[in-house]
């Protein structure tokens, strides 16, 4: 049976792999970011423009009933540690912990109308993994973790909420950081699979936590290419 989800950030990258994912299944997709227009276009979705740093999400134009919600956004901001400012620690805050938040809370009654709603989140392969220059993205990230796994312990047995915590991700979000042949194989060779991540890498483990997963609620799912917990010799 056709499913409805909602996506906050589908324009490109992870979550415009998701949509497409989803609709393959036979579902169907709204989606708001700044650029929907952007997103690709498919049967079985719509586009809402909403600015998540400035405007309240536009509930009227969501269906009553949400079989699940993705929240996608996310940056790359990397800086050694004595050169963050509070805003940008600030920055991280509002866009990856706040603005999942604010959707959550929006969209909550219409979660309530599905029998197997769920939620999908996003951290970083950096918060287990600590790695240099990423202070600020790993704080706000570790907090996303932390709501991922008690909201799937409020919210249980009615709504799953789970979490995908992937590597450096072929993006155009990436862009500067494989933006060569030299860095492009930095990247591969620092993973035990040895290659980065593509979208549907990422879009196809999101996609069966959303809707084909109905005994998995409160995991942070490692897609990273063992970068995490393997160690090749």
Known sequence: MSKHFLIIGASSGIGAA???????RGNTV???SREPERAPDLPGITG??????SEPLPVDALPERLDGV????????LKPFQRLKE????????????G???????????????????????STVAVQTGMPFHAAVAAAKGAVEGLTRSLAAEWAPAIRVNAIAPTLTDTPLAERLLGSEDKRQAAMDRHPLKRVNDPGDVARAGAWLLADAPAV????????????SVRVF
Not at 18 to 24: N, S
Not at 217 to 228: F, M, P, R, Y
């Open 100 to 122: 999942a938040v604010r959707t959550l809370q929006a969209v909550l009654p219409a979660l309530k109308r599905s029998e197997t709603a769920s939620v999908l989140l996003f």
């Open 30 to 32: 709204t989606h708001l």
């Open 217 to 228: 609620t409160g995991q942070v799912i490692q897609v990273d290419g063992g970068l995490s």
């Open 87 to 98: 805003q940008d620690f600030n920055e991280e805050w509002e866009l990856n912990l706040m």
């Open 18 to 24: 998701l949509l497409e994912q989803l609709v393959a």
């Open 48 to 53: 809402v423009h909403w600015d998540l740093r």
């Open 70 to 77: 993705a929240y996608c956004p996310g940056g790359i901001r």
